[in-house]
């Protein structure tokens, strides 16, 4: 069986061959953040289904195509849909794309997903800056990893979230008049949501928001040493805070609703951000 480190210059060597790119930044599209593609110039665009090694999206609200763009002065390496734990892969399976980025050159990984508000001030349609997390996957992506190939197999997270690109992101969002906040994402398997006891036990923690995702693509950007932003949308309240069943259709419709000024948020920030 080929290694994780030849499967993914296979699959950066087929990315290459269709004409030379190096991304600057890997950006990540969640829910509620496709809208970036219409701020971008697009250079080359490819079905999932047709690189090799890479998996296949199956949630609704993300795309399943990767997109070569570029921004201002910036080379972005898109990825319009992510994969979950949820949908059957490994975890190493769902970051897999992310060490194509690296070896194609990313020095930076901007990370973007729908989340649950954990805290009874968040509402719909806000905005949050990750500045930490908790890891409650049951799982890690560099489980069984002992090459060295990609880093360490040891990854300090200590400084996991870009400091200085969570300012450039707050400052942004206020000019833009959004309402946003900073704080400590957690991520579950799922695919069910949380129950009312879970979410006060997140609180507890000192979680504030939760979600599905993300955490994997931090460890190992972190372990690439990539710089990182991580940004949520909180399209609904967490369990036993909203006095309605949730579903995966609210999640759906706050992030369309909000994908135009996101879009403009992000596209903002990605402009500004020194790699």
Partial sequence: MASLKSQAQATADFIQAQGSFAPDLVVVLGSGWGG????V???RMFPYRSIPHFPQAT?????????LAKHENKSLMILSGRFHFYEGYSLAETIFPLRVAHLLGAKG??????????????????????TDHLNLLVDNPLRGMSGG????????LVRAYDGQWQDLAQVTAQALGLTCHRGVYAALPGPNYETPAEIRMLRGLGADAV?????????????????????SCITNL????????????EVLTVGQTM?????????????????
Avoid: W
């Fill in 36 to 39: 970036l593609v219409e701020c």
């Fill in 41 to 43: 110039t697009i250079e």
């Fill in 59 to 67: 949630v609704p609200g993300h795309g399943n195509q990767l997109i």
């Fill in 109 to 130: 990984l901007i990370t973007t997903n729908a989340a649950g508000g954990v805290q009874t001030h968040f509402r719909p349609g806000d905005l949050m800056i990750i």
């Fill in 149 to 156: 190939e990609f880093g360490s197999r040891f990854v300090d």
């Fill in 211 to 231: 979600g599905m995702s993300t955490v994997p693509e931090v460890i190992v950007a972190r372990q690439m040493g990539m710089r990182v932003l991580a940004l």
């Fill in 238 to 249: 967490g369990a036993g805070i909203a006095n309605h069943p949730l579903n995966h259709e």
């Fill in 259 to 275: 994908q135009q000024s996101f879009s403009l948020f992000l596209g903002t920030v990605l402009a500004k951000m020194a790699t």
